[in-house]
Nanobody, 123 residues
């Protein structure tokens, strides 16, 4: 079992930046990790993901070019930096991980989840 704990959420004005961190109890055996978010009344959506073995990353279209996902193997953290924040970036951000190969885009394919951290962007 892998425990994931998110941090870094909060209230930020549009145009600002935020760095979210997810600490994992272990990186051993993990194949992929990702950030998802869920706004009130909306479906959970994939934001950015990373394959731990080769640092290959990908991003949802709306954050591409203004966000960076990266791992810190020493601290066992998965980090997500988002710049030029928009009101529509608001939501609960969840960290997810899986020991299995395959795409990280599908929430059902991630077996470990954190409890989430709330991000509120004001205009």
């Amino acid at each position: 079992q892998v425990q994931l704990v998110e941090s870094g959420g909060g209230s930020v004005q549009a145009g600002g930046s935020l760095k979210l961190s997810c600490e994992a109890s272990t990186f051993d055996a993990l194949y992929k990790m990702a950030w998802f978010r869920q706004a009130p009344g909306k479906e959970r959506e994939a934001v950015a993901g990373l394959y731990l073995s080769n640092d290959e990353t990908s991003y949802m279209e709306s954050v591409k070019g203004r966000s960076t996902i990266f791992q810190d193997k020493v601290r066992r953290t998965l980090n997500l930096q988002i710049d030029r924040l928009k009101v529509e970036d608001s939501g609960v951000y969840y960290c997810a991980a899986s020991i299995y190969s395959g795409s990280w885009w599908i929430a059902a394919g991630m077996e470990f989840w954190g409890k989430g951290t709330l991000v509120t962007i004001s205009s």
